[in-house]
């Protein structure tokens, strides 16, 4: 009843730019903190950046100071601003969101299906 949508992968030469934007959508009552993970092949999935409902944000080493992390919650969507992209940054990137299902009196953990950026020359 509830998904995540990723959108704004791509082919990007190394140094280049994307904007991730993941939008939740169904019987939500509320999100709480949401992310972005990312699996490289062959590799297992690992944290990208996280982001409170409050905007708290957290990033891996690896893409701190080059990622941003953002959400709008009038839009129930997270983004993910991916600056100086490395050929080691290729992998399917996943959103995921804390959700408070309408009805439902626990929160779940939903999942994205993931959308491709490849970095290459």
């Known amino acids: 009843q509830v998904q995540l949508a990723e959108s704004g992968g791509g082919l990007v030469q190394p140094g280049g730019s994307l904007r991730l934007s993941c939008a939740a959508s169904?019987?939500?009552?509320?999100?709480?903190?949401m992310g972005w993970y990312r699996q490289a092949p062959g590799k297992q999935r690992e944290l990208v950046a996280t982001?409170?409902?409050?905007?708290?944000?957290n990033y891996a080493d690896s893409v701190k100071g080059r990622f941003t992390i953002s959400r709008d919650n009038s839009k129930n969507t997270v983004y993910l601003k991916m600056n100086s992209l490395k050929p080691e940054d290729r992998a399917l990137y996943y959103c995921?969101?804390?959700?408070?299902?309408?009805?439902?009196?626990?929160?779940?953990?939903?999942w994205g299906p993931g959308t491709l950026v490849t970095v290459a020359s």
């Open positions: 982001i409170t409902k409050g905007c708290s944000t």
């Open positions: 169904g019987s939500i009552f509320s999100i709480n903190a």
């Open positions: 995921t969101a804390g959700v408070l299902h309408l009805g439902a009196s626990k929160e779940l953990d939903v």
